[in-house]
């Protein structure tokens, strides 16, 4: 009996603990849910959900509440205001997110002044993370993959390229790192297009880059509305008849776009840290956790820069709890753990994820559908722009 009332007493008084334990730590999530570049935004919440319902809602007895604000496109100023009010209004102690640059350096100071660990999900200039000791990235850089693409083009008998980049940080990486590995292979860039950020129209470019001639066209734009006008522009202006070969990062085909970009795509290949056809049993999960939650979804780059994004986030909170901080970054560098996209590790020098880059070609799948086959794979690639 005395025992019996020992155990109810205690289980009591570990109810009334846990209860006032059970603090909630709240994230904010910046990206693009509406305009031609919303496709992020789905992916992105689409991504935490599936890490959600494998992992719960809450970690080191803290409650998660996500706080999402649309950030539309490349808008800095939209940014810095959103991520002002989650940081004062909402009393958010961690970020995520970020689909663009610009964004991403708007939102530095702020994160430096509040000493606010932010996960970048997808912002990919390399030069954003010496903005802030705050910033953690879990997608990749431009030049982590445009210099593996230059590698294997130029073993693969390409010896002359013309370039085309949407001109601004990301674009200006790609370019830069792709000419340096090619040229130094003994590569010719015949030409270097930067072309406006508000660019719908590549008619133009492609039909200059027709009369140069040259083995391949290299190119990086931001993936969403524009990238596949882009690649259907390739197709459409008759280079591929041309015999000139689509080469790019994998955000001018990424899988939100494959269908649409039909037949006339295969064959245009690409160098990413992530393929929806990745053979492994980590990406076959989150793809049926995926398709589970939201039927005939696909997953892409974004959704993975998310996935692992939310993990890193929930690393950092089971670790710090609310006072987030110079010891929530410390908690992750240096981590490593197996992703759907293969193995990765947060570097702790430049605070960008080292991860393997694949080459992939546009192909029919078994299932009758386009998909980004790799291959071949560059392994442990680490951010190649940090040390220019
Ligand atoms: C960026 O602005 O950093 C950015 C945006 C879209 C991409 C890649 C990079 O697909």
Excluded at 154 to 175: L, N, Q, R
Excluded at 254 to 283: K, Q, R
């Amino acid at each position: 009996m005395k025992f019996t009332h020992r155990l109810a007493v205690a289980a009591v008084v570990a109810a009334i603990a846990q209860s006032a334990g059970a603090d909630t730590v709240k994230i904010g999530i910046l990206a693009p849910f509406s305009g031609p570049f919303a496709m992020y935004g789905t992916q992105f919440k689409q991504a935490i959900e599936v890490y959600q319902a494998q992992n719960g809602t809450s970690v080191g007895g803290h409650d998660i509440e996500l706080i999402y604000k649309d950030t539309g496109g490349p808008n800095p100023d939209v940014a810095k205001q959103l991520a002002q009010e989650l940081l004062i209004k909402d009393g958010v102690k961690y970020l995520g997110g970020i689909v663009f640059t610009p964004n991403a350096m708007a939102v530095a100071p702020l994160i430096n002044q509040s000493k606010t660990p932010t996960v970048l999900f997808n912002a990919a200039t390399s030069v954003i993370n010496a903005k802030s000791p705050f910033f953690v990235r879990t997608s990749m850089t431009l030049p982590q993959v445009s210099a593996p693409m230059a590698d294997w083009a130029f073993a693969h008998g390409i010896k002359t390229v013309a370039t085309a980049v949407t001109d601004y940080g990301p674009g200006i990486d790609a370019e830069t790192a792709f000419t340096k590995e090619f040229t130094a292979k003994g590569g010719k860039v015949v030409d270097a297009i930067r072309m406006p950020i508000q660019t719908t129209d590549f008619g133009p470019f492609m039909q200059r880059i027709k009369t140069e001639a040259p083995n391949a066209l290299f190119a990086f734009i931001p993936a969403g509305a524009p990238a596949f006008a882009f690649t259907k522009a390739y197709s459409d202006n008759g280079l591929k008849a041309a015999g000139i070969q689509a080469l790019g990062t994998g955000d001018i085909n990424d899988e939100t776009t494959l269908e649409g970009l039909g037949d006339a795509s295969i064959g245009i290949i690409t160098s990413h840290h992530y393929s929806m056809a990745h053979d492994s049993a980590e990406n076959k999960a989150f793809i049926a956790e995926l398709q589970k939650l939201h039927p005939g979804a696909v997953s892409n780059f974004a959704s993975i820069g998310a996935y692992d994004g939310i993990k890193v986030l929930y690393k950092m909170i089971e670790t710090t709890g609310a006072s987030g901080g110079e010891p929530a970054v410390k908690s992750v560098l240096g981590m490593s753990w197996v992703s759907p996209r293969g193995p990765v590790t947060i570097d702790p020098t430049n605070r960008t994820v080292t991860q393997n880059v694949y080459i992939r070609a546009i192909t029919k799948g078994a299932d009758g559908k386009l998909e980004n086959k790799e291959i071949d794979t560059f392994p442990n690639v680490p951010d190649l722009g940090w040390a220019n």
